[in-house]
């Protein structure tokens, strides 16, 4: 069974030439796409157009996991 792949989409280039750039997590490593987009949209789209997921990003120190081992 494959599993789907994880993206996220990654803002670069300058303030005043922005451009979008896919990066996908294949066996833990991050891989960029050889493509750059003008819009966050355009990035987003192609994603979900490959049936790919767009990973969430993860806060480094979660409430949840600090909460449960606090005292009532």
Known sequence: MSSILQCRIEKSGSETEPFFLILQEIAGEQQTIDKRFDSYQQALD???DHGWQVQR???TDSMIIASRFLKP
Request: proline residues 17%; charged residues 35%.
């Open 57 to 59: 990003e993860r806060p």
């Open 46 to 48: 192609y994603i979900l």
